[in-house]
Structures are given as C-alpha cells and as structure tokens.
C-alpha cells in the first residue's frame, strides 16, 4: 500500500520511518506508550493519545528461527534473521523480524536470554516495494 493511501494512524509511523523516526502514541491518562501506534490505550483503555517519538532502542525478550514454511526470501537477501519479541526502552513490546540471529547463533543467544543477560536491540529500517519496513537488529 502506498502512503497517500493508509489511514492517518499508521500514515505518520510510516512517514517516520521514511526519516529512519519512530512514532508511537502517548496515553494522556496513564502515559503508556502504543508501539507501533493505535489509536487507544491498551494498558488503561482510555481514548485520548497523542503523537511521540521512541528511540527505537530496546532488548530481545525471546525469539524463534524461522522454518521452510515460514521463511521470507526478501528478508534472507538482507541478512541471518528470526522472529521476535522486543521491549523498548520507553516499554511497549511488540514482534518484529531480528536480524543477527542465525541458526548457528541461536543458541547462544538463547543461552545468554536464559541467564537473564541484556540482548540489546535497534532498529532498522528496510527498504519493501511503495513502503520502508519496521525490523530491528542485534546490538
């Protein structure tokens, strides 16, 4: 989908991502952060949110290596990835692709998960046909 096509909520996170900026939305009553963006609170449900930037920083909470079936050719032309669940350092967690984690690293990576060590993330933007896409990367 192009972006003179996408609703307003998702049409400014997609801007951002076009100026490697990464938007969510503030509560106005609790302050939680919706990462990637909605339009209401999922912590208090409260309808008011407005617009705030995130680092795009923040730590692998658990991942999976992808399997034939769900293997991404595009994704593969860009690097080693998996699939994973993050939390940014402002605190909303989301799934995204992971790049850096391989079938040969993934144990060790799930070792230091298991030890409760800090597996840094970034973000990274990659280019896809009419739109960027939200991925993040090992530190």
Same mark, same amino acid.
């Given at each position: 989908?192009?972006?003179d096509?996408?609703e307003p909520?998702?049409k400014?996170?997609?801007?951002g991502?076009e100026e490697? *900026?990464?938007?969510?939305?503030r #509560?106005k009553?609790c302050g939680?952060i @919706?990462?990637?963006p909605h339009?209401?609170?999922?912590?208090?449900?409260y309808? !008011?949110? @407005?617009? #705030? @930037?995130?680092s %795009?920083? %923040?730590?692998? &909470?658990d991942?999976? /290596?992808? %399997?034939p079936?769900?293997?991404?050719?595009?994704?593969?032309?860009?690097g *080693?990835y998996a699939?994973g669940a993050v !939390?940014l350092?402002e %605190?909303?967690?989301?799934?995204y /692709? &992971?790049?850096g984690?391989? *079938?040969k690293s993934?144990?060790?990576i799930?070792a230091r998960?298991m030890?409760h060590e800090? /597996?840094g /993330?970034h973000?990274?933007?990659?280019?896809?046909?009419?739109? *960027?896409?939200?991925c993040?990367?090992?530190d």
């Amino acid at each position: 989908m192009r972006l003179d096509q996408m609703e307003p909520i998702v049409k400014r996170f997609y801007e951002g991502l076009e100026e490697n *900026k990464f938007y969510g939305r503030r #509560c106005k009553e609790c302050g939680a952060i @919706e990462f990637p963006p909605h339009l209401a609170c999922n912590a208090c449900g409260y309808h !008011e949110t @407005e617009w #705030c @930037e995130v680092s %795009g920083h %923040g730590r692998l &909470i658990d991942f999976m /290596v992808p %399997g034939p079936q769900n293997d991404k050719p595009y994704l593969r032309e860009v690097g *080693k990835y998996a699939y994973g669940a993050v !939390e940014l350092d402002e %605190g909303p967690q989301y799934t995204y /692709v &992971i790049f850096g984690i391989s *079938k040969k690293s993934a144990p060790q990576i799930r070792a230091r998960l298991m030890a409760h060590e800090t /597996v840094g /993330v970034h973000a990274r933007v990659i280019d896809r046909p009419s739109y *960027k896409e939200l991925c993040f990367e090992l530190d």
